[in-house]
């Protein structure tokens, strides 16, 4: 079982416009709602590909239908820890004419201290029945840097843990030895303080973080492909060539991907390649729909790997 944990849950409110006008009228012709969060997206994708998931996370009482009745849909198992306030939303504004999305994320309620013992509790919990746990996306006020860490560390020994945050949670969370990282090219750029230009740039980069306490690092590096290192091997991809319809909640399919040949034993290069393969077909749907297994076995051929080093 994967079991997915979302600190920060969102309803995603994507709006459809002909042609954005900054400072000026744009007028709607298509919007969706979805329950969303890096976790819940993990989660989903992960069943839709045929493995056993089961999502955790914060929840609040307010709004959290839209969530509660895409995971019912999906036939995902849930496990919350209940919060006072409302389930933050993001509104992503799609214009059709340019194919770019801008994202105005809000930042979430906050939580308290006894919100983040529960957490831990529900981490110690089902770290017992799953085989991998995935900490993954932003935090809501009330959670220090060290989130992560600390609830990785609150899992069985042994659990290996899927670690997708940025920053300084990172940083802190590479303390507690995750199995696998997967930052982008920005966020590994900016750990390193220097800009990444080529695949051996990239690896290299990558390897400081092995250094640091990842066990895997993968970097997904947009329409330039992407790779992966244990410390010394390196394999890369470049990106596949398909219709791009959106890159939300693509590196969520790729996770989930990753984490459905990580659970099947399979050698890091195949574990690449399911990570890629998912991460593609994560761009293959409209707006917030995510990976969809037909598209995912579709690609799975396609990917073509390289070892680098």
Same mark, same amino acid.
């Given at each position: ?10 309803? +995603? ?37 045929g493995c056993e998931s089961a ?23 849930? +496990? ?14 799609? +214009? ?50 060290q989130i992560y860490r600390e ?16 920053? +300084? ?67 890369y991809s470049e990106a596949l ?69």
């Amino acid at each position: 079982m994967i079991a997915t944990v979302c600190l920060n849950p969102c309803i +995603d409110k994507t709006v459809s416009i002909s042609s954005f006008v900054y400072g000026g009228m744009n007028r709607i012709i298509e919007k969706r709602e979805d329950g969303s969060g890096k976790g819940i997206n993990v989660a989903i994708a992960a069943r839709r590909i045929g493995c056993e998931s089961a999502a955790l996370g914060f929840m609040y009482q307010e709004n959290y239908a839209p969530i509660e009745a895409r995971l019912k849909a999906e036939q995902v198992p849930f +496990d919350f820890v209940w919060c006072q306030g409302a389930v933050r939303t993001n509104t992503k504004v799609l +214009d059709l004419e340019k194919s770019i999305i801008t994202e105005i994320n809000e930042s979430g309620t906050p939580v308290t201290d006894k919100n983040i013992e529960a957490m831990k509790a529900s981490v110690r919990e089902w770290s017992q029945k799953a085989d991998l746990m995935v900490f993954s996306g932003s935090v809501p006020a009330g959670c220090g840097t060290q989130i992560y860490r600390e609830l990785m560390a609150a899992a069985r020994p042994g659990t290996r843990c899927i670690l997708d945050t940025e920053g +300084d949670r990172l940083l802190e969370g590479l303390k507690q030895n995750p199995y696998l990282i997967k930052p982008n090219t920005f966020e590994l750029e900016t750990i390193v303080g220097r800009s990444l230009q080529t695949p051996q740039e990239v690896y290299k980069a990558a390897t400081t973080l092995v250094d640091r306490g990842a066990q895997l690092v993968a970097v997904s590096m947009g329409g330039d492909g992407a790779l992966i290192t244990d410390g010394s091997a390196c394999y890369y991809s470049e990106a596949l060539k398909v219709a791009v319809k959106s890159t939300v909640g693509a590196g969520d399919s790729m996770v989930a991907a990753f984490c459905k040949a990580i659970e099947g034993g399979l050698s890091l290069e195949e574990v690449f390649r399911y990570g890629v393969a998912g991460g593609t077909a994560g761009v293959m749907t409209e707006g917030t729909e995510l990976i969809r297994r037909q598209d995912f076995e579709q690609v799975m051929g396609q990917v073509k790997v390289q070892k680098i080093a």
